[in-house]
C-alpha cells in the first residue's frame, strides 16, 4: 500500500496536509487534484507528497483522481508549502494560487436502490425509510440534494445513511459540472465531396433556391468547415437556409471547440531587439551570464534606472534570452500598468508567444489562458502579482517591474504573500534568474543588493538617442511662506504663475493631488473638532459636487453640519483639499483654461482612464487633474508643467514608510514629467519642505534617501534591520476586541519568556488607524523581532484573527 499527503480544500485543514491510501489501481502523483473523504464530506484535495508509510496509524482511501495531469509542479508544491508556513496562511489558500480558475468545485452524491433489492424485507422500514426507498426506486440514480428538498436536509442525510448500513441503497459521487468551461462554436461542415457539392448546388439553383446554392458553393470553395456566423455574413444566408441544407443531408452542424485569445494581435508591427547602450549592455551580459551558468547564486538582479533609462529593453533581451535556451519567462506588473500599450511592447516582440493573465479577463478566457499556459504554448506569461503561479514550464526569467509598488504584497486575503519575496523563492526551486526593476527601489531591496544578497546594476541615465533630455526642474514651494504672504489660495503664487504661463503658452498641465473628493476634512477652528465616521471612525470627506460628507471606509454619508457638534462653534472650516476643491479653485484662478480631473471617483467605468488619457493627449483640455493615478498621464509630450499640490498627505501618514512611499511619489512624478521636447518643471508645495523625502526627491538622488532612511531604519530598529508581524482581532464589540487583545499580548509574552527569546518586542494592542471598519471594532499587536514566523507558529489563533507577516502598512 501507498501513501498520500493531502492538503484539502476544507477550512478545518488549515496548515496541515492529510494521509490517505492510495487504493491499488489508481495512478497517483505529486501535484495531482484528488477526491478524498473527509469527515461526512467528500472533497477537493491536491496531493502534496507519496510515501511508502501513512503519517496516522488510521487512513481513510482516496476516492477518485479529479484530473489526469498533476495540477501543480514539484517546485510548485514546495513553494505552495512555503508560502503556508512563512505567511502562516491554510495550506490549500496557498495551494489554490497555483489551480487553474474555476477549479474549487463540489463533489455531489447520487443514492440508488441496490441491485438486490427483492431479497430484502422491506416491511420492517419506518414510514420515513419507506418513503425514502420510494422516492430513490424511481429513479436509477437520485441526487441527495433533491432529496434534501423532498424530505429536509437532516432527514435524507440520516435517512440515507440508515438504509445504506442496511444494504438497500447504494452512495455513489460525481463531479459538480464544470462551470467554466471551453469555448465551442457552431461550424458547417460539408458532408459531401467539394464537387458533388457543386453540382447540387447548381441544381438547386436551377429550382431556384438560390440562397441555399450560394451557401453551398461558397462552402465547396473553403478547404475547411466554416464558422456559421463566418458563413452567414460571406453568403447572407440565415440559419434556416442553413437548416435547408442540413436536411438535405448535405451539411452537417459542428460544434467545435476554439481557443479564446485575449490579446488581438492585428495592428501589431513585429518589432526587433534595439542595439543595446554601453549601460544597457554591460547590465545585459551580467543577466546573461547567470542564465548560462548552472545554478548561480544568487540569481536576483537589481536593475536600477531611472524611467526611461532603457529597463523594459533589458528585459526584452533577457526574455529572448532564455528563449534561445529552451527556456520560458513570467513578467509581473503593477496591476495599473497592465494596459494595451505595455502588452504589446512584450506582444510584439513575441508574436503570439505572450499570454496574459488579468482579472479584467471573463473566467473563459482565464481558465482557456491557464491550460494553454501549462501546455507550453507561451514564451512569456505576462500579469499582476498572482501571475508569479501560472503553470509556466521550464521556467528561465522572472521580471518584476516597480519592485517597490505596494501591490505586489496581498494585504487584504489570505495568503498575505509578497511575490517579490516568493518569486525569489520558486527561482530558488528553479534555477531561474529574477530581475527586479525600479526607479526607486524599494529600501530592503536596496539594502540586500548593499549586501551583495542581490547584484546591483545600474543605468543612471535616460536613453534618448539624439539629445539628452535632461530630468525635469524641480521647484519647492513652502505653503507656511505663502500664508504668512497672506495667499490662502490652494495655488502658491508660484505654482499659479507658471500655470498660467504654461496654458497661455499652448503647453498642458498635470496638477497631481494625493487624495479624492473636496475638502479632505472638516475642522473646527474653535475647539479642533475634526467630523469622523460613526462607523469607522476615519475623517469624512466633503464631496462638492453632492455637499455631503462621505466616508471612504464604508461609503456612509452625512450632510455637512452648520456648526461644531461639540462646542457649537460656527467656524467649522474646510481643511485640506481634494480633487474637485482643486478643480474648482483652478477654474476660478485661470478662468479661460479647460479642465480634465482623473480620479478614482470618475474612473469606476472599467474603460474610462484610456478616454480620459486620449482626451487629454488630444488636447481637448489644458489641465489634468488627479490623485497617484495622473502618474501615467506623465509622458504626454506637450505636458511642461507638474504641479504637486500637497506633498504633505502622504508624509505625515503615521506609519515608518510614510517617507519611502512619498519618495517614491514624487520621485514618480519628478521622474516622467516634461519627456517630450518642450522639457518640463515640477512645482511641490508642502508645508515642510526641509524633510529629507522631499528634498532628495526633488533632486532626483535615490541614493542620498536611501543613506538618511537605513540611517533612521536601523535607529529605529525598523525593517529591514528587523522583521514586522501585524496580528489584527476584529470584532462587533470592542470591550471584547480589546481583552481578546490583550490576552493575545499576554500569551505572546508568556511564549517569548518561555522560549528566552530576547530580540522581541510587542507594539500594543491598540487600536488599529482605521478602528472601526463596517461596523466591526479592530485591535491589533505589532511584533518587531526575527524569525517570527518560526515564533508565532505554533501559537493557535483563534478565529477573528488575522496575521500579516513583513506588512507593506500598519494602518
Ligand atoms: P524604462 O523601461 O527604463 O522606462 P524603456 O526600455 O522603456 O525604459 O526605454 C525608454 C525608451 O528608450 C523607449 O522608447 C525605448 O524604445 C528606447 N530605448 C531603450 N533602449 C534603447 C536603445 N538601446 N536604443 C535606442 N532606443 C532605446
Ligand atoms: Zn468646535
Ligand atoms: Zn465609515
Redesign the pocket.
Given at each position: 500500500m501507498r501513501y498520500a499527503e493531502v492538503s484539502v480544500n476544507s477550512p478545518v485543514a488549515q496548515r496541515r496536509t492529510f494521509s490517505y491510501a492510495i487504493p491499488s489501481g489508481l495512478s497517483i502523483n505529486v501535484g495531482q487534484a484528488v477526491w478524498v473523504p473527509f469527515g461526512e464530506k467528500i472533497l477537493q484535495g491536491i496531493v502534496l507528497e507519496l510515501s511508502p508509510y501513512p503519517a496516522v496509524a488510521e487512513t481513510r482511501e482516496i476516492i477518485d483522481v479529479i484530473e489526469h495531469r498533476p495540477l501543480l509542479s514539484p517546485a510548485q508544491v514546495i513553494l505552495a508549502r512555503w508560502i503556508s508556513e512563512y505567511y502562516l496562511s491554510p495550506l490549500f489558500d496557498a495551494v489554490a494560487l497555483m489551480l487553474p480558475p474555476g477549479f474549487e468545485r463540489k463533489a455531489l452524491t447520487f443514492v440508488s436502490a441496490a441491485p438486490n433489492l427483492n431479497d430484502h424485507d422491506l416491511s420492517s422500514l419506518s414510514p420515513a425509510q419507506q418513503q425514502v426507498m420510494e422516492l430513490v426506486r424511481k429513479k436509477s440514480s437520485l441526487n441527495l440534494k433533491e432529496l434534501e428538498k423532498r424530505v429536509g436536509k437532516k432527514k435524507a442525510q440520516t435517512i440515507t445513511s440508515q438504509l445504506v448500513k442496511r444494504g438497500l441503497v447504494t452512495r455513489s459521487y460525481e463531479i459538480e459540472p464544470v462551470k467554466i468551461s471551453t469555448k465551442r462554436v457552431p461550424y458547417l461542415c460539408l458532408n459531401v465531396a467539394n464537387s458533388q457539392a457543386r453540382e447540387m448546388a447548381a441544381k438547386l439553383r436551377g429550382k431556384r433556391a438560390v440562397k441555399q446554392a450560394n451557401l453551398l458553393n461558397f462552402l465547396a470553395e473553403q478547404s475547411e468547415p466554416v464558422p456559421l456566423t463566418e458563413a452567414r455574413q460571406r453568403t447572407g444566408a440565415n440559419k434556416s437556409v442553413a437548416d435547408a441544407l442540413i436536411g438535405k443531408g448535405l451539411v452537417t452542424l459542428q460544434q467545435i471547440e476554439v481557443k479564446r485569445e485575449p490579446i488581438s494581435y492585428q495592428g501589431i508591427t513585429p518589432s526587433s531587439p534595439?542595439?543595446?547602450?554601453a549601460a544597457?549592455e554591460s547590465a545585459f551580459n551580467s543577466i546573461r551570464e547567470a542564465m548560462h551558468r548552472e545554478k548561480a547564486q544568487p540569481n536576483v538582479f537589481l536593475l536600477h534606472?531611472?524611467?526611461?533609462?532603457?529597463?523594459?529593453?533589458?528585459y526584452l533581451q533577457a526574455l529572448a534570452e532564455v528563449v534561445k535556451l529552451s527556456k520560458r519567462g513570467i513578467v509581473l506588473v503593477p496591476e495599473i500598468a497592465l494596459t494595451p500599450q505595455t502588452i504589446e511592447r512584450f506582444a510584439s516582440r513575441f508574436l503570439h508567444k505572450v499570454a496574459v493573465l488579468h482579472s479584467q479577463l471573463s473566467p473563459g478566457e482565464q481558465f482557456d489562458e491557464w491550460h494553454r499556459i501549462k501546455d507550453g504554448e507561451f514564451d512569456v506569461v505576462i500579469g499582476p502579482r498572482s501571475a508569479l503561479f501560472a503553470p509556466q514550464p521550464d521556467l528561465g526569467l522572472i521580471v518584476i517591474d516597480e519592485e517597490h509598488e505596494w501591490t505586489y504584497k496581498q494585504h487584504d486575503k489570505s495568503p498575505r504573500y509578497h511575490a517579490r519575496d516568493a518569486a525569489i523563492k520558486l527561482a530558488e526551486l528553479t534555477g531561474a534568474v529574477v530581475i527586479l526593476?525600479s526607479a526607486t527601489p524599494d529600501i530592503a531591496t536596496y539594502y540586500h543588493a548593499q549586501k551583495s544578497d542581490y547584484h546591483l546594476l545600474q543605468?543612471p541615465e535616460?536613453?534618448?538617442?539624439t539629445e539628452k533630455s535632461p530630468l525635469p526642474q524641480v521647484e519647492i514651494v513652502d505653503l507656511r511662506e505663502e500664508l504668512k504672504a497672506g495667499n490662502r489660495s490652494i495655488f502658491s503664487r508660484s505654482l499659479a504663475q507658471a500655470t498660467a504661463k504654461a496654458v497661455a503658452g499652448g503647453e498642458q498641465v498635470i496638477l497631481f493631488l494625493n487624495r479624492r473628493g473636496g475638502a479632505t476634512f472638516i475642522q473646527c477652528r474653535s475647539c479642533g473638532f475634526v467630523l469622523r465616521c460613526r462607523r469607522c471612525e476615519v475623517t469624512l470627506t466633503h464631496h462638492f459636487a453632492e455637499d455631503v460628507l462621505v466616508c471612504h471606509q464604508c461609503n456612509h454619508k452625512t450632510p455637512v453640519p452648520n456648526s461644531c457638534p461639540r462646542c457649537s462653534s460656527r467656524q467649522i472650516k474646510f481643511l485640506g483639499i481634494g480633487t474637485q476643491k482643486l478643480e474648482q479653485e483652478a477654474s476660478f484662478t485661470l478662468p479661460q483654461a479647460r479642465m480634465l480631473r482623473w480620479d478614482s471617483d470618475m474612473t469606476k467605468r472599467k474603460k474610462s482612464h484610456e478616454e480620459i488619457l486620449s482626451k487629454f493627449r488630444a488636447h481637448q483640455a489644458d489641465i489634468l487633474i488627479g490623485t497617484q493615478m495622473v502618474a501615467k498621464g506623465l509622458d504626454l509630450p506637450r505636458v511642461t508643467l507638474v504641479g504637486v499640490v500637497s506633498a504633505d498627505t502622504s508624509l505625515n501618514l503615521p506609519d515608518f514608510r510614510a517617507g519611502e512611499r512619498t519618495f517614491q511619489l514624487l520621485s514618480q512624478v519628478a521622474g516622467r514629467a516634461g519627456r517630450g521636447p518642450l522639457g518640463g518643471q515640477v512645482i511641490i508645495q508642502t508645508f515642510s519642505p526641509e524633510h529629507y523625502a522631499i528634498q532628495t526627491a526633488a533632486k532626483h538622488d535615490y541614493a542620498s534617501f536611501y543613506d538618511k532612511e537605513i540611517d533612521y531604519r536601523r535607529q529605529l530598529h525598523n525593517p529591514p534591520f528587523t522583521q514586522l508581524a501585524l496580528l489584527t482581532y476584529t470584532h462587533t464589540n470592542d470591550a471584547l476586541c480589546q481583552r481578546e487583545a490583550e490576552r493575545m499580548r499576554a500569551q505572546l509574552i508568556e511564549e517569548k519568556d518561555a522560549k528566552g527569546i530576547a530580540d522581541l518586542s510587542l507594539i500594543g494592542p491598540s487600536p488599529a488607524f482605521i478602528h472601526r471598519l463596517r461596523g466591526r471594532f479592530r485591535w491589533q499587536i505589532i511584533l518587531r523581532g526575527t524569525e517570527l514566523s518560526t515564533f508565532l507558529s505554533p501559537i493557535p489563533l483563534p478565529q477573528g484573527w488575522t496575521v500579516d507577516i513583513d506588512p507593506v502598512t500598519l494602518l
Open positions: 534595439l542595439k543595446l547602450t544597457q534606472g531611472v524611467t526611461g533609462s532603457g529597463k523594459t529593453e533589458i526593476g543605468l535616460r536613453v534618448v538617442p
